[in-house]
Protein backbone atom coordinates (compact mmCIF):
# COMPACT_ATOMS: atom_id res chain seq x y z
CA UNK A 1 0.00 0.00 0.00
CA UNK A 2 0.73 3.49 -1.40
CA UNK A 3 0.87 6.32 1.52
CA UNK A 4 0.01 8.73 -1.03
CA UNK A 5 -2.84 6.30 -2.25
CA UNK A 6 -4.28 6.00 1.19
CA UNK A 7 -6.37 8.06 3.80
CA UNK A 8 -3.94 8.72 6.75
CA UNK A 9 -4.82 12.00 8.09
CA UNK A 10 -2.50 12.60 10.93
CA UNK A 11 -2.49 15.54 12.97
CA UNK A 12 -0.70 18.00 15.77
CA UNK A 13 -3.42 19.09 17.36
CA UNK A 14 -5.61 17.19 19.75
CA UNK A 15 -8.89 17.95 21.70
CA UNK A 16 -8.83 19.20 24.94
CA UNK A 17 -11.15 16.55 26.28
CA UNK A 18 -9.23 13.87 24.89
CA UNK A 19 -7.38 13.45 28.25
CA UNK A 20 -6.75 9.48 27.79
CA UNK A 21 -3.79 8.32 26.04
CA UNK A 22 -5.04 6.04 23.98
CA UNK A 23 -8.00 8.83 22.77
CA UNK A 24 -5.17 11.18 21.90
CA UNK A 25 -3.46 9.03 20.09
CA UNK A 26 -5.95 7.77 17.97
CA UNK A 27 -6.99 11.08 16.86
CA UNK A 28 -3.71 12.28 16.07
CA UNK A 29 -2.82 8.90 14.11
CA UNK A 30 -5.67 9.34 11.96
CA UNK A 31 -7.02 6.39 13.31
CA UNK A 32 -11.26 7.56 14.28
CA UNK A 33 -13.14 10.59 14.30
CA UNK A 34 -15.70 11.49 16.58
CA UNK A 35 -19.37 11.59 15.03
CA UNK A 36 -21.47 12.56 17.94
CA UNK A 37 -20.85 11.56 21.68
CA UNK A 38 -20.03 8.07 22.19
CA UNK A 39 -19.93 7.23 18.82
CA UNK A 40 -17.24 7.35 16.11
CA UNK A 41 -16.10 6.56 12.87
CA UNK A 42 -13.22 4.38 12.18
CA UNK A 43 -10.99 5.54 9.72
CA UNK A 44 -9.23 3.30 7.71
CA UNK A 45 -6.02 3.18 9.53
CA UNK A 46 -8.19 2.30 12.74
CA UNK A 47 -10.32 -0.22 11.09
CA UNK A 48 -7.48 -2.12 9.46
CA UNK A 49 -6.59 -2.55 13.58
CA UNK A 50 -10.16 -3.20 14.44
CA UNK A 51 -10.52 -5.81 11.81
CA UNK A 52 -7.26 -7.53 12.44
CA UNK A 53 -8.24 -7.67 16.53
CA UNK A 54 -11.95 -9.33 14.69
CA UNK A 55 -9.92 -11.61 12.67
CA UNK A 56 -7.93 -13.11 15.79
CA UNK A 57 -11.23 -13.25 17.69
CA UNK A 58 -13.06 -14.70 15.05
CA UNK A 59 -10.30 -17.46 14.65
CA UNK A 60 -10.33 -18.74 18.22
CA UNK A 61 -14.17 -18.69 18.40
CA UNK A 62 -13.97 -21.10 15.56
CA UNK A 63 -11.36 -23.61 17.34
CA UNK A 64 -13.02 -23.41 20.29
CA UNK A 65 -15.90 -24.83 18.25
CA UNK A 66 -18.40 -21.46 18.65
CA UNK A 67 -21.04 -21.65 15.70
CA UNK A 68 -21.02 -17.91 13.93
CA UNK A 69 -24.71 -16.54 13.45
CA UNK A 70 -25.79 -12.52 13.09
CA UNK A 71 -28.69 -10.96 15.93
CA UNK A 72 -30.55 -8.17 15.19
CA UNK A 73 -29.38 -4.47 17.06
CA UNK A 74 -33.17 -3.88 17.45
CA UNK A 75 -35.01 -6.36 20.10
CA UNK A 76 -38.89 -7.09 21.02
CA UNK A 77 -38.76 -5.45 24.54
CA UNK A 78 -41.08 -7.83 25.85
CA UNK A 79 -38.22 -10.56 25.94
CA UNK A 80 -36.17 -8.22 27.89
CA UNK A 81 -39.48 -8.54 30.24
CA UNK A 82 -39.27 -12.17 30.45
CA UNK A 83 -36.06 -11.83 31.95
CA UNK A 84 -36.66 -8.68 34.08
CA UNK A 85 -34.05 -7.10 32.90
CA UNK A 86 -35.66 -3.89 31.93
CA UNK A 87 -35.78 -2.53 35.12
CA UNK A 88 -32.07 -4.07 35.91
CA UNK A 89 -30.83 -2.37 32.97
CA UNK A 90 -32.50 0.99 33.88
CA UNK A 91 -31.39 4.13 32.18
CA UNK A 92 -28.57 2.34 30.21
CA UNK A 93 -31.24 0.45 27.79
CA UNK A 94 -32.01 2.35 24.70
CA UNK A 95 -36.06 2.51 24.08
CA UNK A 96 -37.28 3.11 20.78
CA UNK A 97 -40.89 5.02 20.73
CA UNK A 98 -40.71 7.52 18.11
CA UNK A 99 -42.77 5.48 15.59
CA UNK A 100 -45.47 3.28 15.74
CA UNK A 101 -43.51 0.49 14.06
CA UNK A 102 -40.84 0.79 16.72
CA UNK A 103 -42.60 0.82 19.86
CA UNK A 104 -41.61 -1.34 22.54
CA UNK A 105 -38.23 -1.85 21.15
CA UNK A 106 -35.12 -1.67 22.49
CA UNK A 107 -31.16 -1.04 21.16
CA UNK A 108 -29.38 -4.66 22.72
CA UNK A 109 -26.69 -3.91 24.94
CA UNK A 110 -26.07 -7.38 24.66
CA UNK A 111 -27.91 -10.48 23.47
CA UNK A 112 -28.80 -13.22 25.96
CA UNK A 113 -32.42 -12.69 25.25
CA UNK A 114 -32.39 -12.94 21.48
CA UNK A 115 -30.35 -15.80 21.65
CA UNK A 116 -32.07 -17.51 24.66
CA UNK A 117 -35.28 -17.28 22.02
CA UNK A 118 -33.37 -18.89 19.79
CA UNK A 119 -32.53 -21.54 21.71
CA UNK A 120 -36.40 -22.11 23.12
CA UNK A 121 -37.56 -22.47 19.59
CA UNK A 122 -35.02 -25.32 18.38
CA UNK A 123 -33.24 -26.89 20.68
CA UNK A 124 -35.68 -29.33 22.02
CA UNK A 125 -33.82 -32.43 23.24
CA UNK A 126 -30.46 -33.31 25.14
CA UNK A 127 -29.27 -34.88 21.66
CA UNK A 128 -29.05 -30.90 20.53
CA UNK A 129 -26.59 -30.01 23.69
CA UNK A 130 -24.10 -28.77 24.26
CA UNK A 131 -24.15 -25.94 21.72
CA UNK A 132 -22.28 -22.27 21.43
CA UNK A 133 -23.10 -19.86 19.19
CA UNK A 134 -20.62 -16.24 19.02
CA UNK A 135 -21.10 -13.16 16.86
CA UNK A 136 -19.22 -9.75 16.07
CA UNK A 137 -21.84 -6.97 16.03
CA UNK A 138 -22.61 -3.18 17.20
CA UNK A 139 -24.09 -2.95 20.76
CA UNK A 140 -25.54 0.06 22.06
CA UNK A 141 -25.98 1.12 25.50
CA UNK A 142 -27.00 4.93 26.66
CA UNK A 143 -23.91 5.97 28.63
CA UNK A 144 -24.71 8.83 31.01
CA UNK A 145 -21.18 9.96 30.44
CA UNK A 146 -19.15 9.03 27.49
CA UNK A 147 -15.51 9.22 27.97
CA UNK A 148 -11.63 8.33 26.99
CA UNK A 149 -12.56 8.20 23.74
CA UNK A 150 -13.58 4.47 22.57
CA UNK A 151 -13.06 3.34 25.98
CA UNK A 152 -16.78 4.51 27.29
CA UNK A 153 -19.18 4.80 24.17
CA UNK A 154 -22.63 4.57 23.39
CA UNK A 155 -22.07 2.21 20.52
CA UNK A 156 -19.60 -0.45 20.37
CA UNK A 157 -18.50 -3.46 18.83
CA UNK A 158 -18.74 -6.69 20.83
CA UNK A 159 -18.02 -10.25 20.25
CA UNK A 160 -21.22 -12.32 22.52
CA UNK A 161 -20.57 -16.28 22.51
CA UNK A 162 -23.25 -17.80 24.58
CA UNK A 163 -23.58 -21.88 25.49
CA UNK A 164 -26.19 -23.92 25.88
CA UNK A 165 -26.10 -27.36 28.24
CA UNK A 166 -27.89 -30.49 29.41
CA UNK A 167 -25.91 -30.07 32.88
CA UNK A 168 -23.20 -28.40 34.91
CA UNK A 169 -20.44 -30.81 34.02
CA UNK A 170 -21.00 -30.01 30.51
CA UNK A 171 -20.71 -26.21 31.17
CA UNK A 172 -17.77 -26.18 33.41
CA UNK A 173 -16.09 -28.10 30.19
CA UNK A 174 -17.33 -25.35 27.86
CA UNK A 175 -16.49 -22.64 30.24
CA UNK A 176 -12.75 -23.58 30.22
CA UNK A 177 -12.61 -23.94 26.85
CA UNK A 178 -13.83 -20.54 26.00
CA UNK A 179 -11.37 -19.51 29.05
CA UNK A 180 -8.33 -20.85 27.18
CA UNK A 181 -9.83 -18.97 24.06
CA UNK A 182 -9.64 -15.80 25.48
CA UNK A 183 -6.21 -16.32 26.71
CA UNK A 184 -4.82 -17.38 23.14
CA UNK A 185 -6.67 -14.13 21.83
CA UNK A 186 -5.29 -11.31 24.46
CA UNK A 187 -1.84 -13.56 23.68
CA UNK A 188 -1.96 -13.00 19.97
CA UNK A 189 -3.41 -9.71 20.60
CA UNK A 190 -0.15 -8.77 22.46
CA UNK A 191 -1.85 -7.58 25.10
CA UNK A 192 -0.58 -7.90 28.82
CA UNK A 193 -3.42 -9.17 30.40
CA UNK A 194 -4.45 -10.51 34.23
CA UNK A 195 -7.47 -12.74 34.76
CA UNK A 196 -9.35 -12.15 37.83
CA UNK A 197 -12.35 -13.67 39.99
CA UNK A 198 -15.56 -10.96 38.68
CA UNK A 199 -18.91 -9.98 39.75
CA UNK A 200 -22.07 -10.68 37.07
CA UNK A 201 -23.74 -8.07 37.45
CA UNK A 202 -26.93 -7.36 35.94
CA UNK A 203 -25.84 -10.02 32.99
CA UNK A 204 -26.38 -12.80 36.18
CA UNK A 205 -24.55 -16.21 36.69
CA UNK A 206 -23.07 -17.42 39.94
CA UNK A 207 -19.44 -17.79 38.69
CA UNK A 208 -18.01 -15.09 36.10
CA UNK A 209 -13.97 -14.25 35.06
CA UNK A 210 -12.91 -10.62 33.81
CA UNK A 211 -9.99 -9.76 31.66
CA UNK A 212 -8.25 -6.80 32.36
CA UNK A 213 -5.12 -4.71 31.34
CA UNK A 214 -3.67 -2.86 33.66
CA UNK A 215 -3.29 1.16 32.65
CA UNK A 216 -3.69 4.57 34.22
CA UNK A 217 -6.47 5.00 32.31
CA UNK A 218 -8.42 2.17 33.39
CA UNK A 219 -11.66 3.22 35.06
CA UNK A 220 -12.36 -0.24 36.39
CA UNK A 221 -9.73 -1.75 39.75
CA UNK A 222 -8.43 -5.09 40.17
CA UNK A 223 -7.34 -5.51 43.55
CA UNK A 224 -4.30 -8.64 44.07
CA UNK A 225 -3.30 -10.21 47.52
CA UNK A 226 0.50 -9.70 48.04
CA UNK A 227 0.99 -13.59 48.59
CA UNK A 228 -0.58 -14.09 45.61
CA UNK A 229 -3.96 -15.50 46.97
CA UNK A 230 -6.54 -14.02 45.73
CA UNK A 231 -6.56 -11.64 42.78
CA UNK A 232 -9.90 -9.92 41.68
CA UNK A 233 -11.71 -7.43 40.57
CA UNK A 234 -12.88 -4.34 42.85
CA UNK A 235 -16.66 -5.72 43.33
CA UNK A 236 -15.43 -8.82 43.84
CA UNK A 237 -12.68 -8.88 46.46
CA UNK A 238 -13.18 -10.24 49.34
CA UNK A 239 -11.80 -8.77 52.24
CA UNK A 240 -10.22 -10.09 55.44
CA UNK A 241 -12.03 -9.80 58.46
CA UNK A 242 -10.51 -6.73 61.24
CA UNK A 243 -9.12 -7.56 64.57
CA UNK A 244 -11.16 -6.53 67.80
CA UNK A 245 -9.50 -3.30 68.70
CA UNK A 246 -10.68 -3.90 72.35
CA UNK A 247 -12.76 -1.49 74.75
CA UNK A 248 -11.76 -0.93 77.99
CA UNK A 249 -15.06 0.94 79.11
CA UNK A 250 -18.87 0.82 77.24
CA UNK A 251 -20.40 3.83 77.29
CA UNK A 252 -24.08 4.40 78.07
CA UNK A 253 -26.18 4.97 74.86
CA UNK A 254 -26.97 8.68 74.61
CA UNK A 255 -29.28 10.52 72.32
CA UNK A 256 -27.71 13.65 70.99
CA UNK A 257 -29.03 16.38 69.18
CA UNK A 258 -27.54 16.87 65.90
CA UNK A 259 -30.21 19.44 63.51
CA UNK A 260 -29.72 19.83 60.16
CA UNK A 261 -26.61 17.18 60.37
CA UNK A 262 -27.06 13.99 58.09
CA UNK A 263 -23.95 12.80 56.65
CA UNK A 264 -21.38 11.34 58.25
CA UNK A 265 -18.87 14.29 57.62
CA UNK A 266 -21.24 16.67 59.42
CA UNK A 267 -21.84 14.27 62.06
CA UNK A 268 -18.15 13.19 62.42
CA UNK A 269 -17.26 17.21 62.39
CA UNK A 270 -19.76 18.40 64.90
CA UNK A 271 -19.28 15.36 67.85
CA UNK A 272 -15.55 15.39 66.99
CA UNK A 273 -15.01 11.54 66.37
CA UNK A 274 -13.85 10.16 63.34
CA UNK A 275 -15.89 8.63 60.42
CA UNK A 276 -14.63 5.13 61.19
CA UNK A 277 -16.37 5.51 64.83
CA UNK A 278 -19.67 6.05 63.21
CA UNK A 279 -21.89 2.73 62.17
CA UNK A 280 -23.70 3.72 58.69
CA UNK A 281 -27.23 2.36 58.03
CA UNK A 282 -28.16 1.63 54.57
CA UNK A 283 -32.12 0.89 53.63
CA UNK A 284 -32.44 -1.34 50.82
CA UNK A 285 -35.38 -2.95 48.81
CA UNK A 286 -34.20 -6.72 47.83
CA UNK A 287 -36.55 -7.62 45.56
CA UNK A 288 -39.21 -6.06 46.96
CA UNK A 289 -38.59 -7.06 50.39
CA UNK A 290 -36.68 -4.50 53.07
CA UNK A 291 -33.12 -4.85 53.95
CA UNK A 292 -30.74 -3.01 56.03
CA UNK A 293 -26.91 -2.75 55.37
CA UNK A 294 -24.43 -1.68 58.10
CA UNK A 295 -21.00 -0.64 57.01
CA UNK A 296 -18.50 1.52 59.32
CA UNK A 297 -18.44 5.04 58.37
CA UNK A 298 -15.60 5.29 56.47
CA UNK A 299 -16.67 2.20 54.46
CA UNK A 300 -19.12 1.76 51.48
CA UNK A 301 -21.88 -0.79 50.76
CA UNK A 302 -20.90 -3.03 48.10
CA UNK A 303 -23.93 -3.67 46.62
CA UNK A 304 -23.23 -6.85 44.42
CA UNK A 305 -21.65 -8.78 47.32
CA UNK A 306 -24.93 -7.25 49.31
CA UNK A 307 -27.22 -9.34 46.62
CA UNK A 308 -25.05 -12.03 46.16
CA UNK A 309 -25.36 -12.82 49.74
CA UNK A 310 -29.37 -12.22 49.87
CA UNK A 311 -29.96 -13.95 46.94
CA UNK A 312 -31.70 -11.34 45.49
CA UNK A 313 -32.26 -10.75 42.34
CA UNK A 314 -32.83 -7.00 42.09
CA UNK A 315 -31.01 -4.54 44.65
CA UNK A 316 -31.55 -0.85 44.95
CA UNK A 317 -31.86 1.95 47.94
CA UNK A 318 -34.99 2.54 49.03
CA UNK A 319 -36.51 5.62 48.79
CA UNK A 320 -36.56 8.58 51.04
CA UNK A 321 -40.39 7.86 51.68
CA UNK A 322 -39.47 3.93 52.56
CA UNK A 323 -36.76 4.77 54.63
CA UNK A 324 -39.02 7.55 56.77
CA UNK A 325 -41.61 4.15 56.61
CA UNK A 326 -38.94 1.52 58.08
CA UNK A 327 -37.01 3.96 60.15
CA UNK A 328 -39.39 6.58 61.46
CA UNK A 329 -37.48 9.42 60.39
CA UNK A 330 -35.97 11.44 57.11
CA UNK A 331 -33.32 10.06 55.41
CA UNK A 332 -30.13 10.58 57.24
CA UNK A 333 -31.47 9.82 60.28
CA UNK A 334 -31.45 5.89 60.26
CA UNK A 335 -29.53 3.67 62.83
CA UNK A 336 -29.88 -0.06 63.72
CA UNK A 337 -31.02 0.66 67.99
CA UNK A 338 -34.48 -0.65 67.73
CA UNK A 339 -34.93 -1.57 64.13
CA UNK A 340 -37.56 -3.80 62.85
CA UNK A 341 -36.26 -4.75 59.86
CA UNK A 342 -33.83 -7.72 58.72
CA UNK A 343 -30.35 -6.21 59.12
CA UNK A 344 -27.19 -7.59 57.53
CA UNK A 345 -23.93 -6.27 59.49
CA UNK A 346 -20.68 -6.01 57.58
CA UNK A 347 -17.87 -7.84 59.85
CA UNK A 348 -15.78 -4.47 60.84
CA UNK A 349 -19.09 -3.33 61.83
CA UNK A 350 -19.34 -6.21 64.65
CA UNK A 351 -16.16 -5.43 66.39
CA UNK A 352 -16.95 -1.71 66.93
CA UNK A 353 -17.30 -0.39 70.51
CA UNK A 354 -19.25 2.62 71.58
CA UNK A 355 -20.08 4.45 67.97
CA UNK A 356 -22.59 6.90 66.88
CA UNK A 357 -25.08 6.45 64.60
CA UNK A 358 -28.70 7.55 63.52
CA UNK A 359 -31.14 7.35 66.89
CA UNK A 360 -34.22 6.57 64.19
CA UNK A 361 -35.56 10.64 64.41
CA UNK A 362 -35.04 13.28 62.39
CA UNK A 363 -32.30 15.55 63.79
CA UNK A 364 -31.12 12.98 66.30
CA UNK A 365 -28.03 10.53 66.79
CA UNK A 366 -27.12 8.13 69.12
CA UNK A 367 -23.37 7.57 70.63
CA UNK A 368 -22.23 4.90 73.04
CA UNK A 369 -23.81 2.07 70.69
CA UNK A 370 -22.13 -1.09 71.01
CA UNK A 371 -23.02 -4.25 69.00
CA UNK A 372 -24.78 -7.22 70.64
CA UNK A 373 -25.50 -4.99 74.14
CA UNK A 374 -27.46 -2.62 72.01
CA UNK A 375 -28.98 -4.27 68.91
CA UNK A 376 -28.74 -7.99 67.86
CA UNK A 377 -26.51 -8.82 64.84
CA UNK A 378 -28.20 -12.26 63.91
CA UNK A 379 -26.56 -12.02 60.30
CA UNK A 380 -23.03 -10.59 59.31
CA UNK A 381 -20.90 -11.00 55.95
CA UNK A 382 -18.03 -9.11 54.21
CA UNK A 383 -20.49 -6.88 52.03
CA UNK A 384 -18.40 -3.67 51.55
CA UNK A 385 -15.49 -2.67 49.43
CA UNK A 386 -12.13 -2.85 50.12
CA UNK A 387 -9.29 -0.64 51.20
CA UNK A 388 -6.26 0.53 51.71
CA UNK A 389 -5.81 -0.38 54.73
CA UNK A 390 -7.74 -3.84 54.48
CA UNK A 391 -6.29 -7.24 54.09
CA UNK A 392 -6.76 -9.76 52.30
CA UNK A 393 -8.75 -13.15 54.17
CA UNK A 394 -4.83 -14.74 54.24
CA UNK A 395 -3.75 -11.88 56.07
CA UNK A 396 -1.29 -10.67 52.96
CA UNK A 397 -1.45 -7.04 52.22
CA UNK A 398 -3.53 -5.70 49.35
CA UNK A 399 -2.52 -3.78 46.12
CA UNK A 400 -5.12 -1.61 43.70
CA UNK A 401 -4.41 -1.31 40.72
CA UNK A 402 -6.24 0.54 38.21
CA UNK A 403 -7.42 -1.42 34.53
CA UNK A 404 -9.52 -1.85 31.44
CA UNK A 405 -11.79 -4.78 30.79
CA UNK A 406 -11.16 -5.91 27.33
CA UNK A 407 -13.23 -9.33 28.22
CA UNK A 408 -15.74 -11.35 30.68
CA UNK A 409 -17.07 -15.38 31.06
CA UNK A 410 -20.06 -15.85 32.85
CA UNK A 411 -21.82 -19.42 33.80
CA UNK A 412 -25.07 -18.16 33.55
CA UNK A 413 -27.00 -21.11 34.99
CA UNK A 414 -30.74 -21.54 34.06
CA UNK A 415 -31.56 -17.64 34.67
CA UNK A 416 -32.06 -17.02 30.83
CA UNK A 417 -33.43 -20.39 30.25
CA UNK A 418 -35.99 -20.68 33.25
CA UNK A 419 -37.58 -17.09 32.74
CA UNK A 420 -38.13 -17.73 29.05
CA UNK A 421 -38.75 -21.19 29.37
CA UNK A 422 -36.18 -22.25 27.40
CA UNK A 423 -36.45 -26.06 27.96
CA UNK A 424 -35.49 -29.46 26.80
CA UNK A 425 -36.14 -33.12 26.81
CA UNK A 426 -32.65 -34.80 28.81
CA UNK A 427 -32.12 -38.29 28.57
CA UNK A 428 -35.18 -39.23 30.80
CA UNK A 429 -37.83 -37.45 28.72
CA UNK A 430 -37.82 -35.37 31.90
CA UNK A 431 -38.14 -31.39 30.67
CA UNK A 432 -35.66 -29.19 31.99
CA UNK A 433 -34.15 -26.19 31.93
CA UNK A 434 -31.00 -25.69 29.88
CA UNK A 435 -27.95 -24.54 31.44
CA UNK A 436 -25.91 -21.43 29.90
CA UNK A 437 -22.40 -19.78 29.84
CA UNK A 438 -21.66 -16.45 28.37
CA UNK A 439 -18.39 -15.13 27.03
CA UNK A 440 -17.90 -11.30 25.95
CA UNK A 441 -15.25 -9.31 24.40
CA UNK A 442 -15.00 -5.51 23.78
CA UNK A 443 -13.37 -5.61 20.70
CA UNK A 444 -12.69 -1.56 20.94
CA UNK A 445 -11.48 -1.80 23.71
CA UNK A 446 -8.70 -4.26 22.41
CA UNK A 447 -7.46 -1.42 20.33
CA UNK A 448 -7.41 1.25 23.45
CA UNK A 449 -5.84 -1.02 25.82
CA UNK A 450 -2.96 -1.79 23.26
CA UNK A 451 -2.32 1.62 22.94
CA UNK A 452 -2.51 2.38 26.31
CA UNK A 453 -0.56 -0.07 27.21
CA UNK A 454 2.22 0.23 24.32
CA UNK A 455 3.04 3.96 23.31
CA UNK A 456 5.82 6.71 24.15
CA UNK A 457 5.89 10.29 23.73
CA UNK A 458 6.23 9.66 19.85
CA UNK A 459 3.35 7.97 19.51
CA UNK A 460 1.77 4.26 19.29
CA UNK A 461 4.21 1.08 19.60
CA UNK A 462 1.30 -1.36 18.07
CA UNK A 463 1.82 -5.13 18.89
CA UNK A 464 2.43 -7.33 15.79
CA UNK A 465 -0.71 -9.24 15.90
CA UNK A 466 -3.14 -6.55 15.36
CA UNK A 467 -0.88 -3.84 13.69
CA UNK A 468 -2.52 -2.11 10.51
CA UNK A 469 0.95 -2.91 8.44
CA UNK A 470 3.19 -5.14 9.91
CA UNK A 471 6.10 -2.81 8.01
CA UNK A 472 6.90 0.80 6.88
CA UNK A 473 8.96 1.63 3.95
CA UNK A 474 10.11 4.96 4.62
CA UNK A 475 11.51 5.96 0.92
CA UNK A 476 13.86 9.67 1.73
CA UNK A 477 14.74 10.54 -1.88
CA UNK A 478 11.66 9.56 -3.33
CA UNK A 479 12.95 11.69 -6.91
CA UNK A 480 16.08 8.92 -6.77
CA UNK A 481 15.58 6.49 -9.38
CA UNK A 482 17.25 3.60 -7.59
CA UNK A 483 15.41 4.93 -4.42
CA UNK A 484 12.49 4.06 -5.38
CA UNK A 485 13.25 1.10 -7.04
CA UNK A 486 14.66 -0.58 -4.04
CA UNK A 487 11.61 0.58 -1.92
CA UNK A 488 9.00 -0.53 -4.58
CA UNK A 489 10.55 -3.92 -4.47
CA UNK A 490 11.10 -4.56 -1.09
CA UNK A 491 7.26 -3.28 -0.91
CA UNK A 492 5.86 -5.36 -3.45
CA UNK A 493 8.36 -8.89 -2.67
CA UNK A 494 7.02 -8.52 0.85
CA UNK A 495 3.37 -8.25 -0.07
CA UNK A 496 3.80 -11.63 -1.77
CA UNK A 497 4.99 -12.92 1.44
CA UNK A 498 1.76 -12.45 2.91
CA UNK A 499 3.23 -9.38 5.26
CA UNK A 500 1.21 -5.72 5.42
CA UNK A 501 3.68 -3.14 4.06
CA UNK A 502 2.84 0.65 3.66
CA UNK A 503 5.08 2.62 1.79
CA UNK A 504 5.56 5.76 2.61
CA UNK A 505 6.55 7.58 -0.71
CA UNK A 506 5.51 11.07 0.02
CA UNK A 507 7.81 13.65 -1.21
CA UNK A 508 8.57 15.09 2.29
CA UNK A 509 11.62 15.73 4.59
CA UNK A 510 12.68 12.62 6.58
CA UNK A 511 12.20 14.04 10.10
CA UNK A 512 8.45 14.64 8.85
CA UNK A 513 8.35 11.10 7.51
CA UNK A 514 10.35 9.57 11.06
CA UNK A 515 7.32 11.46 13.26
CA UNK A 516 5.02 10.12 11.52
CA UNK A 517 6.07 6.66 11.29
CA UNK A 518 6.59 6.49 14.99
CA UNK A 519 3.02 8.12 15.48
CA UNK A 520 1.33 6.04 13.72
CA UNK A 521 3.42 2.95 15.15
CA UNK A 522 4.19 -0.02 12.85
CA UNK A 523 6.26 -2.71 14.68
CA UNK A 524 9.16 -2.76 11.53
CA UNK A 525 10.62 0.54 9.86
CA UNK A 526 12.64 0.00 6.49
CA UNK A 527 14.39 3.06 5.35
CA UNK A 528 15.69 3.14 1.99
CA UNK A 529 18.09 6.47 1.08
CA UNK A 530 20.14 7.40 -1.33
CA UNK A 531 23.39 7.50 0.73
CA UNK A 532 22.83 4.26 2.46
CA UNK A 533 21.85 2.49 -0.75
CA UNK A 534 25.66 3.95 -1.54
CA UNK A 535 26.82 1.98 1.10
CA UNK A 536 24.86 -1.29 -0.07
CA UNK A 537 22.74 -1.08 2.83
CA UNK A 538 19.43 -0.20 4.34
CA UNK A 539 17.71 0.86 7.67
CA UNK A 540 15.70 -1.80 10.13
CA UNK A 541 14.81 -0.47 13.03
CA UNK A 542 11.66 -2.14 15.49
CA UNK A 543 9.35 0.47 16.80
CA UNK A 544 9.49 -0.82 20.59
CA UNK A 545 13.76 -0.49 20.38
CA UNK A 546 16.26 1.98 20.13
CA UNK A 547 18.65 0.19 17.77
CA UNK A 548 18.95 1.01 14.41
CA UNK A 549 20.95 -2.15 12.15
CA UNK A 550 22.06 -1.68 8.80
CA UNK A 551 21.45 -4.60 6.04
CA UNK A 552 21.64 -5.11 2.92
CA UNK A 553 18.38 -5.14 0.75
CA UNK A 554 18.65 -8.67 -0.66
CA UNK A 555 18.79 -10.01 3.20
CA UNK A 556 15.87 -8.00 4.37
CA UNK A 557 12.95 -10.16 3.24
CA UNK A 558 14.38 -13.25 5.25
CA UNK A 559 15.58 -10.52 8.11
CA UNK A 560 12.04 -8.89 8.17
CA UNK A 561 10.19 -12.26 7.93
CA UNK A 562 12.31 -13.58 11.32
CA UNK A 563 11.56 -10.49 12.84
CA UNK A 564 7.46 -10.77 12.23
CA UNK A 565 7.25 -14.60 13.36
CA UNK A 566 9.02 -13.40 16.46
CA UNK A 567 6.00 -10.97 17.09
Same mark, same amino acid.
Given at each position: ???? +?????????? @?? /???????????????????????? !??????? *???? $?????????? $?????????? #??????????? !??????????????????????????? !????????????????????????????????????? +????????????????????? +????????????????????????????? /????????????? /???????????????????????????????????????????????????????????????????????????????????????????????????????????????????????????????????????????????????????? !???????? $???????? #??????????????????? @???????? /?????????????????????????? &? +??????????????????????????????????????????????????????????????????? &??????????????????????????????????????? &??????????? *???????????????????
Amino acid at each position: MLWT +KYFIPTVKEV @PA /EATAASHQLMIRAGLIRQVAAGAY !TYLPLGY *RVLQ $NATAIIREEM $NRAGAIELHM #PAMHPIEWWEE !TGRVEAMGDTLVHLSDKPFRKGTVLGP !THEEVITEIARAYLKSHKHLPVAFYQIQTKFRDEARP +KSGVLRTREFLMKDAYSFHAD +KVSLDRTYEEMYQAYCRIYQRCGLPYQVV /EADSGPIGGDASH /EFMVVCDAGEDQLVRAADGSSNASLERAAVGPVDDPGCDELQALQEVHTPGLSTIDQVSAFLKCRPEDMIKTLVYSADGACVVALVRGDHEVNEAKLRRYLGAKSLQLASAKEIEAVTGAAVGYAGPVGLKARIIADQAVTVMHNAVTGANK !TDYHVIGV $NPDRDFEM #PESADIRYPTQADRSPSGA @PLFFEKCI /EVGHVFKLGTKYSAAMSATFANEAGE &I +KPMIMGCYGIGVNRIVAAAIEAFHDGAGIRWPMGIAPFKVIIVALDVRDEQVMQTASTLHDRLEKQG &IEVLLDDRDARPGFKFKDADLIGIPIRLTVGRKSLADGV &IEFKRRDADEV *RKIKPDEAIAFVMDEVGRG
